[in-house]
């Protein structure tokens, strides 16, 4: 430990090269995203966290009384993080409603490509070893996916409205459906280190809405 941290005292921000102060439980956060997204949270130990993020014990237990309160912050801020993902696509009107779906896909090919097939979704990650979590996790993933479900239910109403798929398809069930499928070609794309099982699940899917 170098002797700015350990002058520094728990819980206070760190300075960075330009003389300005991190915020220290950002930085705690982008480290846990990062690590669960790849290696899920039974795998990920709060030391390997605060070396990632560089920073003192005594900072993490300022922020998060326990690991489990820090993973219910995860789950949160992903949440956050993935909501401006759907909204910066679902919501792009210079595209109809399935080319949006369809350029969501892209993006998030382009970002597990980026990083080497190894990072998928933090929520989906959790929901895998749900079996071994705390149980307070279980009611916050279901909340993530009824979230992420209304939203793509209110594309796939659009995409009824504008004659791309039909007026009389459940959009609600088809939404629980696409990220049920969604989760497990992601699941695939990691084993497989390839982006195919996420272009054969996004195809396989809009033929099947705009076919219903």
Not at 22 to 33: C, D, V, Y
Not at 50 to 58: E, F, M, S, Y
């Amino acid at each position: 430990m170098s002797n700015t941290l350990s002058k520094r005292g728990p819980g206070r921000p760190r300075k960075g090269s330009d003389g300005n102060f991190i915020n220290t439980r950002q930085a705690l956060i982008k480290a846990g995203l990062a690590a669960l997204t790849e290696k899920g949270y039974s795998y990920t130990g709060i030391e390997e966290i605060l070396r990632a993020a560089n920073v003192p014990k005594g900072s993490f237990y300022h922020y998060f009384g326990s690991k489990e309160a820090f993973g219910e912050v995860l789950i949160e801020a992903y949440n956050a993080y993935f909501m401006k993902k759907l909204s910066r696509w679902f919501l792009d009107d210079s595209m109809s409603p399935l080319q949006r779906l369809q350029a969501f896909v892209d993006d998030a090919k382009q970002g597990m490509q980026k990083f080497a097939f190894r990072r998928g979704c933090l929520v989906g990650n959790l929901g895998q070893e749900m079996a071994a979590l705390p149980d307070g996790f279980r009611v916050l993933l279901q909340e993530v996916f009824l979230e992420w479900e209304k939203r793509t239910a209110r594309l796939l109403q659009e995409a009824a409205t504008v004659g791309e798929i039909s007026p009389n398809l459940n959009t609600q069930k088809m939404a629980r459906f696409f990220w049920i499928g969604w989760e497990g070609a992601v699941l695939r794309a990691k084993l497989e280190e390839s982006a195919a099982p996420l272009d054969l699940f996004a195809h396989t899917f809009i033929s099947l809405v705009q076919h219903s």
